[in-house]
């Protein structure tokens, strides 16, 4: 009976989270299709409306909608891959290899995540205007090429999930450095480059202030650059704005779909392996 009890409750609980954590996005598509009189209307409307297309038709009229999407994907992409590269062969070395002035160097490495970010946007532009990178894609994806948070994140992982017996067998089969990392350590820690890749590719795709500061081109604004220049300087279409932020937010929504089943199932495969 008491088994019977908690169950319930953790259920209730699980399904009061999830309405929870699901509702804003449900709330956003409403929105999306309502009009901005329906949006400041009291009581609030909590069932879909009927002008969808128009906000979604209007958004199209205002913003390159899609030029936009694609220079985000690009951006995001590259810096992605870029970032899981690099934090796992950073993050593996710190974790398995020993060197002169390693405990150091990791310290001054997590002394950088305390720093807020925003401390660096004068030094970042003044350095990518020295290499004339300004309103350039590089000035986006070369300096977050490398992280200290992921590169903490893979070293933490690595530590008790890569056995340093199959390190020890490798270099036994006459595997170097590189080999060790890409045939022996990458398939291990797959689970957490699902994480970091789905972090890394949110966090680049929604990030705002760094590329409105470098981009000068329209051409080469990204989305959230783009969409907020659907903001008016007196009156705002709040529903055109929703619109536009619901379009931006469901790629996102697909790739957690992908990645946390991805996750789930590289957790279970090396809980069977092992």
Known sequence: MV???SAILLYLGLIIGLV???FPFYWLAVMATRTTAEIYSFPPKFWFGTHFISNITRVFDNVDFFGAFLN?????????LLVLFFDSLAGFTFAKFSFP?????????????MA???LSLVPSFVIMAKFGWVGSFKALIIPGMANAFGIFWIRQYAQEAVPSELLDAGR???CGYFRLYWNVAIPILRPALSFLGAF?????????LWPLIILNDES???LQVALSSLNGIYVTDYAMVVAGTLLAVIPLIVLFLFVSKQFISDIAAGAIKS
């Open 3 to 5: 088994k019977r009890k």
């Open 20 to 22: 929870v954590s699901v």
């Open 72 to 80: 985000s994907l690009f951006v995001a992409s590259c810096s992605t």
């Open 101 to 113: 002035g390693k405990k150091w160097l990791f310290v001054l490495l997590l002394a950088t995540m």
């Open 116 to 118: 807020p970010s925003q």
């Open 172 to 174: 036994i089969d006459g």
């Open 200 to 208: 890394t590719f949110i966090g680049s795709w929604n990030d705002y």
């Open 220 to 222: 080469k604004f990204t």
